[in-house]
């Protein structure tokens, strides 16, 4: 199969086209912005290749209908929006506990409550949580092109793993519209992975039984199955852009955030400081060793729409406090200021 560009997607959409080529044909969710684009996309695409939508009448509604159709062997894909990730904690702790395949997008936006449409990431140390004491797998894409592609890895992910993955989106890269390259040729389904432990009938089998109690002579077991899982998840979740070892100040930044710090970056360059960025694509794992290796004796600069919560899950995995923090929602950082901040921590003495 080849791959060609095939039109201007806006982020939403291009994570939706890349569910449905990864074989996902059961989406479940309630449109809020910044992810109504999304849902208004699968509402028209599904029914193209005989697939199911629901737009539930809540967001709790939604997502149990989702891991029902997990639990049945299909893949499926869930999306909330801002503060309405406090009501997916519930579904994410029996898909953990069950071992259920999910792919959960979460578009952020500023909040609490119902917040605003500004660009935001201070969802972060929510999404890198677990659940009760279990990681989970959170992605960050940073362009229309990795919403495609990083939705359909995820799958592949959930499946293999029988595990949540959770794609952090924040409003600036679902909202950016930009041309993304597809496969080309049909669509088939035949690269799914078999399920045979799904509930999906009998058909000539044992009954396949899925639950989340775990019974006290089972307890044990079933804990350290969940501990092996995660050791996996660390290893095969781990997800960074590599940086310029010969740059003399790193900038982190993830998602949208990214985009902004790489012009910022250009434009220190511009004026003579030998910076680099170093962006997480994957949030849990947190690329902490390869993070450390790039910075060591090196001034760090942190870039996010938000408040410090980037440095706090550097810190969280064992790296030290960032020299130089820049992040704002209201009044989100712009190239200028990254490169500003730069040619501070550079000595000012350029440009």
């Not at 199969?1 to 479940?28: K, P």
């Not at 579904?91 to 997008?105: F, G, N, R």
């Not at 012009?263 to 450390?292: D, I, Q, T, Y």
Request: charged residues 15%; hydrophobic residues 45%.
């Amino acid at each position: 199969m080849t791959a060609a560009i095939d039109r201007m997607y806006q982020g939403g959409e291009a994570l939706a086209e890349g569910a449905v080529r990864a074989g996902m044909r059961h989406f479940f969710g309630y449109p809020h912005a910044p992810q109504t684009e999304l849902v208004s996309y699968l509402a028209r695409r599904l029914p193209e290749v005989s697939g199911v939508f629901a737009q539930a009448e809540s967001v709790r509604s939604a997502l149990a209908m989702a891991m029902g159709a997990s639990a049945a062997g299909a893949r499926v894909l869930a999306s909330v929006a801002g503060s309405d990730f406090g009501l997916a904690g519930e579904t994410l702790s029996y898909l953990v506990a069950e071992e259920l395949p999910l792919v959960l997008a979460w578009f952020t936006r500023s909040g609490p409550g119902t917040g605003g449409l500004q660009p935001s990431q201070e969802g972060l140390l929510q999404a890198c949580a677990g659940v009760e004491g279990v990681a989970i797998p959170v992605w960050a894409p940073s362009g229309v092109q990795e919403m495609y592609d990083l939705t359909a890895s995820a799958f592949e992910l959930a499946d293999t793993h029988r595990s949540p993955v959770l794609l952090l989106v924040d409003s600036l890269v679902a909202q950016i519209v930009e041309p993304i390259t597809t496969p080309k040729g049909p669509m088939t389904l035949g690269h799914l992975t078999a399920k045979p432990w799904a509930a999906n009938g009998m058909r000539g089998r044992e009954r396949n039984v899925l639950h989340s109690r775990r019974q006290p002579d089972g307890a044990l077991a079933a804990e350290q199955g969940l501990q092996r899982k995660e050791q996996a998840l660390a290893t095969a979740a781990l997800r960074f852009t590599d940086v310029d070892p010969g740059a003399d100040l790193i900038v982190v930044a993830y998602g949208g955030m990214a985009r902004i710090a790489y012009e910022g970056v250009r434009l220190a360059r511009e004026a003579g400081v030998n910076a680099a960025v170093f962006r997480p694509v994957s949030l849990w794992p947190f690329p902490a060793e390869a993070l450390a290796a790039a910075s060591a004796g090196k001034p760090v600069l942190t870039v996010e729409f938000g408040h410090g919560q980037l440095a706090t899950l550097m810190r969280a995995n064992g790296l030290p406090q960032p020299t130089a923090k820049l992040g704002g929602v209201a009044q989100a950082p712009t190239p200028a200021s990254v490169a500003a901040a730069l040619q501070t921590l550079a000595g000012g003495s350029h440009g």
